[in-house]
């Protein structure tokens, strides 16, 4: 539903995507001269961060470096290159 709620007003495609134990990896596709992922980032780990059924016990880690419980604060952002780029990214 967050990625849902974040395309209807930021749009952008998500061409593959892979849910880890601890992390996830999106390889997306923004519409032209729209380079704006932290904006989308932000949005999508608010929206998940404010559904109470999803809400974890504190971290002592995470809150030690003032994180929230779920979300990392930061993130990786890579502009692929070409399609070998790509290919060698959803391998």
């Known amino acids: 539903m967050a990625f849902r709620a974040v395309r209807s007003t930021r749009p952008f495609e998500v061409d593959a995507m892979v849910v880890l134990p601890d992390h996830l990896h999106c390889i997306w596709t923004l519409p032209p001269s729209d380079a704006d992922f932290a904006t ?3 949005l999508i780990k608010t929206w998940f961060t404010s559904d109470p ?3 974890s016990e504190p971290n002592r880690a995470r809150t030690a470096k003032r ?10 952002e890579h502009a692929l ?10 391998e």
């Open 40 to 42: 989308r980032w932000r």
């Open 53 to 55: 059924g999803l809400r």
């Open 67 to 76: 994180e929230q419980a779920l979300w990392q604060h930061r993130y990786w």
């Open 81 to 90: 290159r070409d399609e070998a780029d790509f290919t060698r990214h959803v």
